[in-house]
């Protein structure tokens, strides 16, 4: 492991599994759960996504790559539900399914078919899918444009290829964000079953004190995002946020002043950059408080690539590389209303 300070001294990565149960392909997609799927589906066009099916209970949203969906909304009170990874082959739905309590090899009823296992983590009781032979469709058309902020902009003088206004064009899920009281465990049952790998972890006051870490895919040379998942400590448990990658930072800009324009939601961060995996953010929040980020990388990590350790700071610092490690709204959790509700209120401060 790299330190990123002088001061620091090395610490042995945690729990990276040399052996894991299995080894996930890619995150599949969030479930949450909504009372008004007319409303969920208006805040996710406007945030950039495409209705793929819908039934009487339940909505399935994609974005531009060929992902059949990457966002599910079933109907009741407001919540999460689960999230969904995509095994590499069905065998490892098979490994996952022998672990206690996981509830066995299921066909997905619902668009896009395929099968799955459901197990809850043992730590925190967050619900996973581990998914394989989900449909796959066509990618979605995306008008090409070159960039206009690189140093070969002159190249396009002559061409003018002035930006469209609206939301902005979600491509793909990139991660979801999780809090936890008991950081170290969930760490370690992500990396030992599902073959998560550390990417960045940090610390306050003592480097034992570890209090958030972000976590990627291991896909060999493949090059993957900063991070798959992110765990926090917190002294609630739950979703965070889920994270969705537009095609550029143009159209991450341009989905920003959509957002603003229309005035429908509440913002809650961003435009913004974080250092430490070079992603450029923007954090909104749906009628119910569950927050959705569009976000675009700058970097892409393989599974050789080093792991570090940093010290956050003890108060959140907006001008600090750790920005959006600290500070955080109280997470949103499963099933009942007062999660949201907790949240709103923290949210209004
Ligand atoms: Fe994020």
């Known amino acids: ?18 052996k894991p149960l299995i080894t996930v392909r890619d995150i599949a997609w969030g479930r949450l759960q909504a009372p008004d799927l007319d ?11 495409v209705r793929t099916a ?23 009170e407001p919540g999460f539900i689960s999230v969904a990874y995509h095994a590499a082959n069905e065998n490892d739905l098979l490994r996952v399914a022998a672990i206690p309590g996981a509830m066995g090899i299921e066909n997905i009823d619902e668009p896009g078919g395929g099968k799955r296992v459901r197990i809850k983590e043992p730590v925190n009781g967050l619900m996973i899918e581990v998914v394989h032979g989900v449909e796959v469709t066509a990618a979605l058309e995306v008008r090409p444009r070159p960039l206009n902020w690189k140093p070969e902009a002159l190249k396009t003088l002559g061409q003018p290829e002035r930006l469209q206004f609206g939301p902005s064009r979600v491509k793909r899920l990139s991660h979801s964000v999780f809090a936890t009281p008991r950081l170290k465990e969930s760490l370690r049952w992500f ?51 889920l994270s969705y990658v537009v095609q550029d930072v143009e159209d991450l800009f341009v989905g ?33 408080g569950q927050m959705h980020e569009h976000y675009f990388p700058t970097q892409q990590f393989t599974a050789s690539s080093p792991a570090n350790i940093f010290s ?31 949240a709103a209120a923290l949210l209004a401060k």
């Open 54 to 76: 819908r039934t009487a209970t339940a909505l399935y949203m994609r974005g531009t790559d060929p992902a059949h969906h990457i966002h599910v909304t079933e109907k009741g």
């Open 312 to 342: 956050a700071p003890d108060a959140h610092d907006p001008t600090s590389v750790f920005a959006n490690t600290v500070a955080r709204p109280v997470p949103w959790n499963g099933g009942g209303s007062g999660a949201v509700s907790k």
């Open 191 to 241: 990396r030992e079953t599902l073959g998560f790998i550390l990417t960045d972890e940090f610390y306050q006051g003592s480097i034992d004190n570890v209090v958030g870490s972000f976590n990627r895919l291991n896909r060999g040379d493949d090059e993957v995002d900063h991070h798959v998942v992110n765990c926090y400590e917190s002294p609630h448990t739950g979703m965070q946020h």
């Open 39 to 49: 409303a969920m589906e208006q805040f996710l066009v406007e945030f950039g996504m």
């Open 1 to 18: 492991m790299m330190c990123a300070c002088d001061c620091a001294p090395e610490k042995e990565t945690p729990m990276n599994s040399d």
């Open 256 to 288: 920003h002043n959509h957002l603003k324009r229309i005035n429908r939601y509440e913002h809650m961060r961003g435009v913004g950059y974080h250092p430490p995996g070079g992603q450029i953010f923007d954090y909104w929040l749906n009628p119910w």
